[in-house]
Every structure is written in C-alpha cells, then in structure tokens.
DNA sequence: TAGATAATTAGATATTTTTCTAAATATTGC
DNA sequence: GCAATATTTAGAAAAATATCTAATTATCTA
C-alpha cells in the first residue's frame, strides 16, 4: 500500500465524500458529480488522485466510466492506523 | 472527533513519524526534533496541527514540553475508516 | 537578576494543492 | 462521418501548507 497516497487523499472533504458516496455501489463520475458544486474537470482530478491511491477502481461502460470502492485497501488503513498506536491488542502484528 | 483536522494531520509524513516515534512513550519536543533534519520553529508547527487534531497531548515539565500520545483519537479513526467501507462486519455501528 | 536552554509565535517565502476555463479524447446514435 | 454526450488532460490562477529566520516566552541555575 502507497501509504503516503493514501493519506493524501483521504485529507480532502470532497474526495472522502466521493468514497460515502460509492458505498451505496458503482457509479458513474456523471452520477458522482452530481452531489458536488464543482466542475467536472477538477472531480476528475480528484478521481485520479483516489485513484492513485488504489481507493477506487474504474471500468468504462460505453461513454461512461464507472467507479467502484476497493475496499481491501480500507481495509489495510484502518489495520495500519490500528497498528500505529502502541499497547492495546495488537491486530495483524506484521 | 474533528475528522477533517484528524485526516490532514495524518497527511504530512513529518507528522507521521513524529506518531511514530511517540509509540516508545512520551517525549520532549526536543528529544522528537533530534530525529528530523527540520529547525524546531517547523517543528513545532506541526506539533500544533497534530495537537489541534488532538493526535498528542502535552504537559510542561519544567523548560521542557512533553508529547505524549493520544491512542483514543487513533482507534476513533480506525473505527471510522473500517465503518467508511461498505459490507464486511460493520464494527461500532453508530 | 542575568545568562543559558527549551520551545513557541510572528512574519516571509517557497512549494503544493485545488480549482477553473479551454481543448482534447472516447463513444454513441443518427 | 457528424453532432451530442461523458470524461479527461493541459495550462493558469487562487488558496492552503511547509519551511525558514528572527524575535518572544518560560524556566532553570549560578
């Protein structure tokens, strides 16, 4: 895991809003955008930078794209984040 | 929990290994400085961003200042990263 | 109280990030 | 193939962040 791509792009409001919004399931970047006041050129910027961090996955479908969680990479920052404070039942212990 | 002040804390990997270096147990500001080629005005910068995200805790000891850990705000954060992902054995479940 | 040490605050600069507009690419359906 | 729709890429401007030097605050000790 990219841990340094991965913080980055959780730091954003807008981007973990976009992660909320794809737990219902796959949308496409249209769908998504949908929900946000900015122009499609900057959410595709913040696609690529979740995309970067491995936090979700693409699929073309026609003219659209559709976006999807990749929920083992959750699953890592949270064992991570788990790991990082001491005492306390340590989970994976990698 | 300030989410958004806890994730951009988590961004910069300066504060990242500050954490890190606090897992022993608590230290001066200086004993954490000696580890980053940084001046202790930068230092001291981000001690205040992972301070405003309540990640640390300080107490004057003397001249000295000492960081300590906040692990509760650590394991807030996992549980809201593992409740972010859809499916799998939701955790708290607010 | 004066000098030394530890740390923070103030203010400036450099870098990074977010956002925008405009242009480009991909795909559909006529 | 052409127009329409969906999305991304390029390039620039605006906003936020990290870093530095210099000055300030707090504490200790001689």
Redesign the interface.
Known sequence: MK??EV??A??D?TR?AI??RL??GPLTAGEIGEAFDITPASLSHHFAVLKHADLVRTERRGQYIVYS?N?TV??D??RM??D?????GKVGGK
Chains 1, 2 share one sequence.
């Open positions: 841990q340094q913080f980055k959780m730091a409001p973990r992660l909320k737990q219902g969680l929920s959750f699953e920052l949270a984040l788990l990082l404070f001491p005492t306390k």
